[in-house]
Structures are given as C-alpha cells and as structure tokens.
C-alpha cells in the first residue's frame, strides 16, 4: 500500500461518515489518497474534515468555483494506482454502468486505467432490485471489483444487505489486490489470439475453429498484473475488459505477421497463442466463383510463421511463449516447435484430453522450457490456466 496512489470516490449515502475512518486506514498504511466526492456527498460528510485528513483539496466539480481552476479527470484518471468508490449509492453504480458521465466522479471513472473497487452501500431492497443487481453484473463484467455490502440492521432501521463494508476491510482488499498482482508492472506483453481467416472470394475464407478464449484470457490475465498488453486478434466474437489492452483486430495471418513485428521489437515478451492459418489461397477471387460440376482445385502458398520470424528477432532481455496444440506425438512435436522458434517455453495442450482445445471453456496444458523442465497441471478452467501460464512468464521477466 506504500506509496500508492488511491482515488476515493464518495458518493451521497449516509454510510459516507464511514470514508473519514477508510482515508484514515488508507493514509496510515502510507498510500496518498485523492477525494472525489458527488454533490449528494458533501450532503453526508463535509469536504473540508476530508481534506484535513488527506492533506488535498478535495475535489467535486470540474471547475473551482472561485479561481476558474478545472480539474482533469483524464489526468486524474491516469495518476491513480487504483480508484475505490465507497460508498457507492445505487444511482453511482447505474451511471457508471451506463457511461452516465455527469458529475466529476463518474468521468474520472470512465477515464481511470487503474482497477476499481466499488462499495455499493443502499438499503435492502434497493440492493436486491434487479435493476442494481443488473448494474452490478455489468461493472463486473468490466472487470470492476464488487465489495460485497454485508448484512446487519441499516440506516433505514430494516435488517438486511446493503450496509457497506467496514473501511478495515476494504483496505484489506485493496492491500491483498496490490500486493499481488503488480508482478507485471511497466512490462509490455504481446499476445495474439485467435484464429486467422484466409480469403478466398469475397465470401469465403479457409479457417480454423479457435475461439480465441484462451489468448483473451492470457490477454486479461497479464493486464490484471499491471502489464501493458497489445492483444492482436484475429476474428472471434471475444471483448475485452480490462483497459490496459489495446486491441488490435486482423484478419489474415498476413496481417497478424505485420502488427506482431512492428509491436515486437519495444515488447519485453509476447505469447503466440493465435491458430495461424498456415497455407492461404494463391489467388484471391473478387468475384463470387461459381458452382461447376468440375473438381475445384484450389492452390495454397504457405503463410509466414509469425513466431519463427518474433524467435529470429529475439533480443536477451525479451521472452517469447507459444502454444502447440497436438493430436500424436505431442512432446515430441512441442519440442522440435519450441527449438524452430526459438522459444523460452511452449505451452502443450493435446486433442486427445477431453476438455481441451478450441471452442472449450477449460484447458489442460504442460509448459515445456527450453532448459528442459516441464510442468503438467490439471484441467481448469481457461482463466485459471491463463494465471498459471502467466506466472511462468513472470518469472522470466523478474
Ligand atoms: N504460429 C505462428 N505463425 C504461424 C503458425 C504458428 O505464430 N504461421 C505459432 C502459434 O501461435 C503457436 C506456435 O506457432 O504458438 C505453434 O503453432 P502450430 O500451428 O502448432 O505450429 P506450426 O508451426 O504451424 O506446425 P503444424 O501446424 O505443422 O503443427
């Protein structure tokens, strides 16, 4: 928490008496803390007992009032380490989950690359109305952290779920988050992900059946550790959530091979993780080609292999990770990959275990390094293995 940069949004809820304890328990542990408060905050808890204890200016409106000042959100945005919003009322959490960008807490929201922590704090049945309920499934499914309310007697005197969690707790959170998953912290990580589609006529492509869950995974997961990640996709129906990606989206191999080499050379690791077309048709077709009752033979010139061309311009100080997806001989062939390539470390799954592969939500790998050791893991769920494949690769760029 040492020096951390915290931005604590405060939004108009009685439980905002408790964010004087929660600047207290933050500014103890050594983090810099920088209030934002709603105008139906400073109705619960005034600015100025904020201020004393962060030592800054607290801040709600775009402009100062008396000197004209305006305050960046943008800016604001960047400098946190991470934004906590407690408490959060069930209005804050509807427009934060709707982009509802009118007052300075929610654009500040909508500009921060660092993670949120949201505290909702409401009565019973506000909290348990679809309506919130849905809210929330939406910021989490941003990649926002839920705190969940506890349970005991609210503001309103009812009994039930709403009540904010205590600021000790919260901390705890935040200071069990940080510690962890800075491991990553200033890196830039490649990942391609995906299959790549090779047109043949204006309708037709040759494909493959990935998905790309396991390169967004890997994408999510490096990003969630404070790595900069360039996500180069091919066409899946995937999104990504987390704002340290920048997606780039391709179609052919052709196209991935370029944006891989221009990113490459400034990225201190990359993880092939795309099914690359091999072969794309000779000649590609502007006009829709016609059934005929003659055999149709359609020519194929070999694809470049972007990880071979990344393994060729491998610097010392950069790591480069692929994947081998085998249905025989599956060390075998995973190994002579991981030499041609000049691979650290190849991640080997098999079509033989049921579970694993394209299209599934769960994956069984074993890593291969080039030192020789091998590490197996069981099937989990693609999230999981993307975590463990990761902290592999963490270990390379400590
Ligand atoms: N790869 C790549 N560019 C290609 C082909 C593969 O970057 N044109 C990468 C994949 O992303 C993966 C690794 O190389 O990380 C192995 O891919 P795979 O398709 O298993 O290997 P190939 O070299 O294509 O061999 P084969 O298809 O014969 O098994």
């Not at 439980?15 to 408060?37: D, H, N, P, S």
């Not at 801040?59 to 959100?73: L, Q, R």
Request: with cysteine.
């Amino acid at each position: 928490m040492k020096g951390k940069k915290i931005i604590l949004g405060i939004t108009g809820s009685i439980a905002a008496y408790k964010a004087a304890y929660l600047v207290r328990a933050f500014i103890k542990k050594g983090a810099e803390v920088q209030v934002v408060i709603t105008p139906a905050g400073k109705e619960f808890i005034t600015p100025v007992t904020l201020s004393a204890l962060t030592g800054k200016p607290v801040i709600s409106e775009f402009f100062t009032a008396n000197d004209g000042t305006w305050h960046s959100h943008v800016d604001l945005g960047l400098w946190a380490d991470a934004m906590v919003i407690a408490p959060a009322t069930a209005s804050t959490i509807g427009k934060m989950a709707n982009g509802i960008a009118d007052n300075m807490l929610i654009t500040t929201y909508l500009s921060a690359k660092a993670p949120v922590f949201i505290a909702p704090a409401m009565d019973l049945d506000m909290f348990a109305h679809p309506t919130t309920q849905h809210n929330l499934d939406l910021l989490r499914s941003y990649g926002n952290h839920i705190i969940e309310p506890g349970v005991g007697e609210l503001a309103s005197h009812l009994e039930g779920k709403g009540r904010m969690e205590e600021p000790d707790k919260i901390v705890e959170v935040l200071e069990r988050f940080l510690a962890s998953r800075c491991d990553l912290a200033g890196k830039k990580i490649v990942v391609t992900a995906g299959p790549t589609y090779e047109k043949i006529d204006p309708v037709r492509f040759i494909g493959n059946y990935s998905s790309g869950k396991m390169g967004f995974a890997l994408a999510e997961e490096c990003a969630e550790r404070g790595a900069d990640v360039v996500l180069i996709a091919g066409p899946v129906s995937q999104k990504t959530v987390h704002r340290s990606i920048r997606r780039i989206d391709v179609e052919s191999a052709r196209e991935m091979y370029d944006v891989a080499l221009s990113e490459y050379p400034t990225a201190d690791a990359a993880i092939m993780c795309a099914a690359v077309a091999d072969y794309a048709p000779e000649h590609y077709s502007d006009m829709k080609i016609k059934r005929s009752s003659d055999d149709m033979i359609l020519r194929l010139r070999p694809n470049p292999d972007i990880a071979a061309a990344l393994g060729k311009m491998k610097r010392d100080n950069q790591v480069l990770a692929g994947f081998a997806l085998e249905t025989d001989h599956e060390e075998e062939h995973a190994l002579s990959k991981m030499k041609r390539k000049n691979l650290d470390f190849i991640v080997l799954n098999s079509l033989k275990d049921e579970g694993a592969g394209f299209r599934c939500d769960t994956n069984k790998v074993t890593i291969l390094k080039s030192d020789g050791e091998q590490i197996p893991f069981d099937m989990k769920p693609k999230k999981e293995v993307a975590a463990d494949i990761v902290s592999v690769l963490g270990k390379y760029l400590k």
